[in-house]
């Protein structure tokens, strides 16, 4: 595709239900990285792909949360139990030497 | 790690006006990017400048490494200018950055 395509793009969540955010990355892009931004913060890294081997997954907060690309293409953030904490826009970005962003996933957990 | 520190924290301009927004860097990069985050949320990337100086249209950067700092200078502003301007760098991956906590511009008409 053109851009970065992201969805839902809004989610509401009760506490303790699994979401699931899927990102479709630009084409050809090896490169794909989830990030987590906070209201009123910058974005904070959670994990990152080059086709379908998750080289980096530092930055996921706890083990309830879990990506995965299996094909090398999409890409699933899958978050267990959510927690009112994990209420945030989840970002995804592949890399041509710049970042090029989604429109997010904003995550509401009541 | 590495902390990212931006300046000012808002900024309230006049249309027409200028403005410098600052980016320092608590260690060395080797990749430094600017984004603008736009009022919908959209981050988009104006420069990839780990060093030297660079220019697209009324936005320039200057980013000077081995002083850990970068500046963006925003001329003749617009009311399309407002949102979250962003620094962020990084040494791992391309994608692997740290992001400032933003400078908050609002271009008044």
């Known amino acids: 595709g053109a851009g970065v395509s992201q969805s839902p793009r809004y989610k509401v969540a009760k506490r303790g239900q699994d979401v699931a955010l899927r990102c479709d990355p630009i084409?050809?892009?090896?490169?794909l990285f989830w990030y987590q931004q906070a209201l009123g913060q910058g974005p904070e890294f959670l994990t990152y792909?080059?086709?379908?081997?998750?080289?980096?997954k530092s930055g996921l907060p706890s083990d309830r949360f879990f990506a995965e690309r299996p094909e090398g293409s999409v890409s699933t953030l899958k978050i267990q139990r959510t927690q009112q904490e994990d209420s945030a826009v989840y970002l995804c970005?592949?890399?041509?030497?710049?970042?090029?962003f989604g429109e997010g996933s904003r995550l509401t957990v009541l | 790690g590495i902390q990212v520190e931006q300046s000012p924290p808002d900024l309230i301009l006049q249309e027409g006006a200028n403005s410098t927004l600052r980016c320092n860097f608590s260690?060395?990069?080797?990749?430094l990017q600017w984004f603008h985050q736009n009022p919908w949320g959209q981050l988009i990337n104006l420069f990839y400048?780990?060093?030297g100086t660079k220019q697209n249209g009324r936005l320039s950067a200057t980013t000077v490494a081995t002083e850990r700092y970068s500046l963006l200078y925003i001329s003749s502003s617009q009311t399309t200018d407002s949102g979250v301007y962003f620094c962020a760098g990084g040494r791992g991956s391309q994608g692997n950055l740290i992001f400032g906590k933003g400078t908050k511009l609002s271009v008044k008409p």
């Open positions: 970005a592949t890399v041509a030497g710049e970042l090029f």
């Open positions: 792909f080059q086709n379908e081997a998750q080289l980096d």
């Open positions: 400048i780990p060093s």
């Open positions: 084409s050809g892009h090896v490169s």
């Open positions: 260690d060395s990069v080797n990749n």
